[in-house]
């Protein structure tokens, strides 16, 4: 049966109409494979809001073009769909893993149709016919959007890199990556210390909004780095047009001003937000407060609009390393338990001690019987454990607990190991 037969072109119609209810469910069902097979794609929240919404529009596009015969000169790339391609040119995500994500995605756009059609007449001329028909119109469908995807993304991406300096963001990045660097020639294509310490920011807007977003971020960044008593200027590193990077110079200061925790920006507007790693210092430091920013975005854009102008690891860092690196697990713990997290006998002891006397709200009576020691033996491992920890247990009990609950889960991979067993670990 030819494929540009009437009834074959309605079978496919018919198909399609069948399909349009289940628009939503079909688009989930895509948007969750391309998740799966490309993490190249996994970005942040607002980004995959983007392409979420790209593969329902297209999804719909589709199934109407199918249904109603629509010619495809008159069919032009998902607003969406343009959006999401131009933020990867701006994130340097390469295009061939967005036109991967519409191959994947065609395929099980297909294969729902089929399913469809052998559902509706068990006729193989006609499923046959109707399948390709649907074949020709998807892959037609699918040249045509891409083209203009791929159009979208390279113009994004000449503007782009013609408004950034391709060299200060390529050291960047090659310092988060722990590539092996020249310092002299890093501070001075940057223009900034790698030598002192350092805070990693995280800004964003949460409403998209019309102006030069970027130069509110930028103003507002600078607002927080007077505040935190910075003397020099901030590094400043756009992320795409709604969100960017930045680290606060300290000096050889190892705190923040007084007055910056918990307090938005002077004159920021309410749409901007902040994630502020902790103290870190030389180029570990860099990298470190950097990831620590990143966990406490992460926590912040999970909080949704209500939440705080400017979230510090600091205060959620629990949060953050539920989804964090272990490489940041162990770098807090290191930090929250000090001498306490060595990795040896005596302290594992102490530790054990601790954990349960925390367990038993603080009595050394119902520790001693758990752990079947003397009463006077829990009260001198206690005492010995505050002078590890460097201050008393009531100063942050549930750091502390928390800590401890991740060195007595994750062991040797968070804790600080002998100096001849340290292997290039600090």
Known sequence: MDRLNPSVAQRAADVSGALTPRTAELATEIYDLIMREIPLLRSDKQVLTLLEASVGENVATLLHVLEHG????????????????????????????????????????????????????????????????IADITAAYIDRVSEQVVAAYETERENWLRNLSAARVARVQALLRCERVDLDSSEAILGYRLRQHHVGVVCWVTIQAVGDTLARLEEATADVARRAGCRDRAMFLPQDESSAWAWLPLGGRDTLAAEMPGLPPAGAAADIRFALGAVGSGVAGFLRTHEQALGAQAVALAAGPSGPSITSFSDVAPLALMSGSIELVRAWVLET????????????????????????????????????????????????????????????????????????????????????QRAGRP
């Not at 295009?95 to 469809?116: K, M, N, P």
């Not at 530790?351 to 019987?369: M, P």
């Open 337 to 420: 338990l000090r001498s306490l997290a060595d990795d040896d006998g005596h302290n594992a002891t102490l530790r054990d001690t601790l954990w349960v006397f925390l367990q038993e709200g603080g009595s050394f009576k119902t520790t001693a019987e758990r752990l079947t020691v003397h009463k006077n033996t829990v009260q001198y491992r206690i005492r010995k454990a505050e002078e590890s920890l460097g201050r008393p247990i009531d100063a942050d009990h549930l750091q502390i607990e928390l800590a401890l609950l991740a060195s007595h889960w994750l062991g040797a991979a968070v804790l600080r190991q002998p100096a001849g």
């Open 70 to 133: 629509i010619d495809l000169e008159n069919v032009h790339v998902p607003v969406a769909a343009a959006e999401y391609a131009r933020r990867l040119a701006q994130r340097g995500i390469p295009i061939v893993a967005l036109l991967r994500a519409y191959r994947i995605g065609s395929t099980r756009f297909q294969d729902w149709c089929l399913e469809e059609l052998g559902r509706r007449t068990d006729d193989a001329s006609v499923v046959s016919a109707a399948g390709l028909r």
